[in-house]
């Protein structure tokens, strides 16, 4: 019965506590879940009231705090749930304010910080997992964390702006640093890079940079397949590209296949002959099917698949028709049996060794508009000639003036020949025989005859031009006609025969000099015989029958025109004696022809 009242008065006095609650109309819980019958404080330690009930649940540190510490007011209603409501914003609002979003309701510490930056769009991994936050996140207080950006550029500007190999900035690259750079790295190194200007596909898929970028920089590093592959071009063999004259872009032939294969002579139809279209397109299957000299793909083959007797059987009739490469590619420069070229209906006949040419040697720039002009492909060997020297003489550079197309320019003409040396009687008949006067040396010829004709002239005997000292000026004597006759002064030098009493008497130097070996010798009585000669000079002082007498009596080979001893400087005053008679020629009547200076 007491302990039924002692509920009765609590009932009672609780009535009208319901309707005065201070903490809120809101707030509709039985005080003694919280209170004691004693007073309103101190509250109980067993309270029955569970904060869980609530939108705030008390964990951690939060359930060992004093109610007041966060409900300032007794409307319990009126205390916020954020925890900006409570806590100093010691971040300065860079954080945001839901201290939930970092922190655990035991301690402020921060375990998961990598998890915080992954749900903020920035995960942290590769070198980014190791900073302080403070390496980015730089403040005077340490904890104000504003928002840097999730781009690279925000916190490596320096970075991107110092970088010399290569040089960011000056090679504009993007200021993306993901886009090279791996972020999972801890490191700058990278094999990611943005090579689209030069793809690296293929065999240029290498992860070795240095490769390529072999002096440490990335600055300037050429683009053209030489700079990288000049080793490759000069050790190349099959074909040798460089006997060859290939083009050193390798990938005017190449792909970026490894091993170079397969390889295409991408201009191999238009510049020398169709093999990837026409007649011969699939009929092939390597180079050195027609290429059969590896060292020298210049050289071709025509004859390993076109072979007799078929080909020549095909030929019957054809005017000009060889059985050789090179007229095959002449007529045939497409491949094709029914388009024939025929060369001689152009402008340009083809003749001797215009015939074995390859037609891309004077075809260079194509096959329209080339010139007919023999310097347009002979400057060369018109520069080049040293025997003789074409420039130096002047020479004119229309090489057909002088030279057929007949092989290695001989044999030539010289039709100018007048202007340097002219060529007139029997020299005219050997205008053809440069070999006779310049035997293959043009450069020192001489121009006199002695230097032509010594032979000929040592080997004289009717008369023996050396042992009577003739001149070596073959044309003081002989015309350039023959050298027969021959017009030697005999009647200056010697005894008048072309002239005076003897003048058509004599047929050959024979009738007087009968001894050919020694033209000092001569007669006179084979033709003043006796006993007339006797009688003609009877009475006569000193007369003898001899032909040194003959002569010093008659010098001028006149009977009337006698030579008088009284009218020299030694007059006799008697008559001669028969034994001094003049059998000696006086000196001054045996004058011999001297050597006179060679005409130049």
């Known amino acids: 019965m007491y302990r039924l009242s002692q509920i009765g008065l609590l009932l009672v006095l609780a009535l009208p506590l319901f309707g005065q609650s201070p903490h809120g109309e809101q707030f509709a819980i039985n005080c003694a879940d919280c209170?004691?019958?004693t007073g309103w404080t101190p509250l109980r330690e067993d309270m029955a009231f569970s904060h869980e009930t609530t939108r705030f649940d008390l964990q951690g540190q939060h359930a060992l705090v004093d109610c007041r510490s966060c409900h300032s007011s007794m409307i319990f209603s009126e205390a916020s749930s954020e925890c900006i409501s409570c806590h100093d914003d010691i971040h300065q609002q860079t954080v945001g304010q839901d201290c939930a979003r970092c922190h655990t309701a035991n301690n402020w510490l921060v375990d998961n910080i990598s998890e915080i930056h992954f749900d903020n769009g920035f995960p942290l991994v590769g070198a980014h997992a190791a900073v302080s936050c403070s390496d980015c996140h730089n403040s005077e207080t340490g904890l104000r964390f504003d928002r840097l950006g999730n781009d690279c550029i925000n916190c490596h500007l320096q970075d991107f702006q110092s970088t010399s190999s290569p040089d960011h900035v000056k090679n504009n690259f993007s200021t993306n640093c993901a886009e090279c750079h791996d972020v999972n790295q801890i490191d700058w190194n990278t094999d990611k890079v943005d090579h689209s200007f030069f793809p690296l596909t293929l065999?240029?898929?290498?992860?070795?940079?240095?490769?390529?970028?072999?002096?440490?920089?990335?600055?300037?590093?050429?683009?053209?397949?030489?700079?990288?592959?000049?080793s490759d071009f000069q050790a190349a063999l099959d074909p040798n590209h460089i006997q060859s004259g290939f083009s050193t872009n390798c990938a005017s032939c190449h792909t970026t296949d490894p091993g170079w294969m397969p390889a295409a002579y991408l201009d191999h139809d238009a510049a020398y002959f169709p093999i990837y279209s026409g007649k011969h397109?699939?009929?092939?299957?390597?180079?050195?099917?027609?290429?059969?000299?590896?060292?020298?793909?210049?050289?071709?083959?025509?004859?390993?698949?076109?072979?007799n007797p078929e080909t020549d059987d095909a030929h019957n009739g054809v005017t000009g028709y060889t059985y050789s490469s090179t007229a095959c590619l002449a007529c045939h420069p497409t491949g094709d049996a029914e388009d024939v070229f025929d060369h001689s209906l152009t402008a340009f006949p083809l003749t001797g060794s215009h015939l074995t040419v390859d037609c891309a040697s004077c075809h260079t720039a194509g096959y329209a508009g080339t010139p007919t002009e023999c310097s347009a492909c002979h400057t060369q060997d018109f520069n080049q000639t040293s025997n003789p020297n074409h420039n130096d003489l002047g020479f004119s550079m229309d090489c057909a003036a002088c030279h057929t197309t007949d092989p290695d320019w001989n044999p030539a003409l010289f039709p100018n020949h007048n202007d340097f040396y002219p060529l007139n009687g029997a020299h005219a008949l050997i205008a053809n025989d440069c070999v006779a006067c310049h035997n293959g040396d043009y450069l020192n010829t001489p121009s006199t005859c002695a230097e032509c004709h010594q032979t000929d002239y040592?080997?004289?005997t009717d008369p023996d031009h050396g042992a009577l000292m003739f001149s070596q000026d073959c044309a003081s004597c002989h015309s350039e006609?023959?050298?027969?006759?021959?017009?030697?002064?005999?009647?200056?030098?010697?005894?008048?025969?072309?002239?005076?009493?003897?003048?058509?008497?004599?047929?050959?130097?024979?009738?007087?000099?009968?001894?050919?070996?020694?033209?000092?010798?001569?007669?006179?009585?084979?033709?003043?015989?006796?006993?007339?000669?006797?009688?003609?000079?009877?009475?006569?002082?000193?007369?003898?029958?001899?032909?040194?007498?003959?002569?010093?009596?008659?010098?001028?080979?006149?009977?009337?025109?006698?030579?008088?001893?009284?009218?020299?400087?030694?007059?006799?005053?008697?008559?001669?004696?028969?034994r001094i008679a003049c059998n000696v020629m006086p000196v001054d009547m045996r004058v011999r022809p001297q050597n006179v200076p060679l005409v130049t």
């Open 35 to 37: 209170h004691t019958a």
């Open 203 to 230: 065999g240029h898929a290498i992860t070795d940079c240095a490769q390529c970028h072999t002096n440490g920089t990335y600055q300037n590093t050429p683009t053209d397949c030489v700079a990288c592959h000049n």
């Open 281 to 307: 397109h699939g009929e092939w299957t390597s180079c050195a099917e027609c290429h059969t000299n590896p060292a020298n793909y210049a050289e071709f083959t025509c004859t390993t698949c076109h072979m």
């Open 458 to 460: 040592d080997q004289t």
């Open 481 to 578: 006609a023959s050298w027969i006759p021959s017009s030697f002064d005999h009647d200056v030098q010697e005894f008048p025969i072309f002239s005076g009493k003897h003048d058509g008497e004599w047929s050959a130097c024979i009738d007087c000099h009968t001894n050919p070996a020694n033209y000092m010798e001569f007669t006179c009585i084979t033709c003043h015989m006796n006993p007339e000669t006797d009688n003609d000079h009877n009475g006569i002082p000193g007369y003898t029958y001899n032909s040194t007498s003959c002569l010093a009596c008659h010098p001028n080979g006149s009977a009337d025109d006698v030579f008088d001893h009284s009218m020299t400087a030694f007059p006799s005053p008697e008559p001669m004696p028969a």
